[in-house]
T-cell receptor, first 113, second 109 residues
Framework: DVKVTQSSRYLVKRTGEKVFLECVQD?????MFWYRQDPGLGLRLIYF???????EKGDIPEGYSVSREKKERFSLILESASTNQTSMYLC????????????FGPGTRLTVL | RKEVEQDPGPFNVPEGATVAFNCTYS??????FFWYRQDCRKEPKLLMS???SGNEDGRFTAQLNRASQYISLLIRDSKLSDSATYLC??????????FGSGTRLSIRP
């Protein structure tokens, strides 16, 4: 079974703090993704990575950066957290073909005060 | 126009009813299609892939209509445990995947 883990289930930070969200997958998947999910807006793609050290912007990259130094780990960084970044953050991983499905981590509910 | 659109619902149907959702997509080059299920406060999990010929898994049937650019999910003999949000996902490439915002389904006794 594919396992995608995220470093925290719940996180509370203050405005202006630097925030790191970590995601690890154990299936040697090439692709990894970061989404945020908000009521009424569904899943919105922040960044994705299709290989180590490779990254591409998704639909809402502003205010975020990512790091993928190792294949199994994909980090999302909020350089200076703001209250409008309060959300559920979901990491996902996927093998390399279009027919492969995504597997999601359990999510991190981030609150920025 | 959003790339992938779903009716947000909620659909509120009695146990045993048949219910169907559609999901429309705008990119005709989209290559593969999926339905996910998401329970409250949980991550999305794959329900089923959607194939051109249509596919069935127990009480669930998924269809793809490329000409009209939509996919559908049919649930027969609905159970209380089917209550969840159903998300469609459209892959236009191995890396680019767009999710719909989800359709909320509530099954009442």
């Amino acid at each position: 079974d594919v396992k995608v883990t995220q470093s925290s289930r719940y996180l509370v930070k203050r405005t202006g703090e630097k925030v790191f969200l970590e995601c690890v997958q154990d299936m040697d998947h090439e692709n990894m993704f970061w989404y945020r999910q908000d009521p009424g807006l569904g899943l919105r793609l922040i960044y994705f990575s299709y290989d180590v050290k490779m990254k591409e912007k998704g639909d809402i990259p502003e205010g975020y950066s990512v790091s993928r130094e190792k294949k199994e780990r994909f980090s999302l960084i909020l350089e200076s957290a703001s209250t409008n970044q309060t959300s559920m953050y979901l990491c996902a991983s996927k093998a390399g073909t279009t027919t492969d499905t995504q597997y999601f981590g359990p999510g991190t509910r981030l609150t920025v005060l | 126009r959003k790339e992938v659109e779903q009716d947000p619902g909620p659909f509120n149907v009695p146990e045993g009813a048949t219910v169907a959702f559609n999901c429309t997509y705008s990119n005709s080059a989209s290559q593969s299609f999926f339905w996910y299920r998401q329970d409250c406060r949980k991550e999305p999990k794959l329900l089923m892939s959607v194939y051109s010929s249509g596919n069935e898994d127990g009480r669930f049937t998924a269809q793809l209509n490329r000409a009209s650019q939509y996919i559908s999910l049919l649930i027969r003999d609905s159970k209380l445990s089917d209550s969840a949000t159903y998300l469609c996902a459209v892959h236009s490439s191995a890396s680019k995947i767009i999710f719909g915002s989800g359709t909320r389904l509530s099954i009442r006794p």
